[in-house]
């Protein structure tokens, strides 16, 4: 079955980075983008931005652009969002998600959250 | 604020038929498909419709999904106590060329 197994909750201080992992099992990790998403607490979704996961082209949601950088290593599976210059507004929830040929996400992974505190 | 509009709350008693809205613009729900999420309480969306009305394999045919113009409804049927979630409607808006999210509707089982 498709899985997508985020990396673990973590605790930054304001202005550092962090780099969240995203490891697909399941299908053919090429054949699908991926998407990753936003949650602040008991707030909605928000779409950070989409990765192809074979050409290499990405594009960035509204206010997601500068210091988030997608990246991948398809020999592992693996997508990576990081975030630089860490704000205590980037405090949430990050999910991947798998974009289905249908130009629409239809799995998620379990979100890693990131607190920003000093 | 949501480039989506969904009210922020909705409520029915077990058995009931309760619909949650989701209104755009001409850039997003008048020209693509809409896409339904359901998020448990503590839990990472799932998908519920896709493609306005399209069930995915393992979603009851209690939930059901219609699009007009530049409106949405998920509708739900013989509401269960497990139905209890937060609702996101989704679409692509070719202005923004981006994926936008509904604010989300929390529904409580009464």
């Known amino acids: 079955q498709v899985r997508l197994v985020q990396s673990g909750s973590e605790l930054k201080k304001p202005g550092a980075s962090v780099k969240v992992s995203c490891k697909a099992s399941g299908y053919t990790f090429t054949n699908y983008a991926i998407n990753w998403v936003r949650q602040a607490p008991g707030q909605g979704l928000e779409w950070v931005g989409w990765?192809?996961?074979?050409?290499?082209?990405?594009a960035y949601g509204q206010g997601f652009t500068g210091r988030f950088v997608f990246s991948l290593d398809t020999s592992v599976s693996t997508a990576y969002l990081q975030i630089s210059g860490l704000k205590a507004e980037d405090t949430a929830v990050y999910y991947c998600?798998?974009?289905?040929?249908?130009?629409?996400?239809?799995?998620w992974g379990q979100g890693t959250l990131v607190t920003v505190s000093s | 604020q949501s480039v989506l509009t969904q009210p922020p709350s909705a409520s029915g008693t077990p058995g009931q038929r309760v619909t949650i809205s989701c209104s755009g613009s001409s850039s997003n729900i008048g020209s693509n498909y809409v896409y339904w999420y359901q998020q448990l309480p503590g839990t990472a969306p799932k998908l519920l419709i896709h493609s306005n009305n399209q069930r995915p394999s393992g979603v009851p045919d209690r939930f059901s999904g219609s699009k007009s113009g530049t409106s949405a409804s998920l509708a739900i049927s013989g509401l269960r106590s497990e139905d209890e979630a937060d609702y996101y409607c989704a679409a692509w808006d070719d202005s923004l060329s981006g994926r936008v999210f509904g604010g989300g509707t929390k529904l409580t089982v009464l």
């Open positions: 990765m192809n996961t074979v050409a290499d082209n990405s």
């Open positions: 998600a798998r974009e289905n040929p249908g130009d629409y996400i239809d799995h």
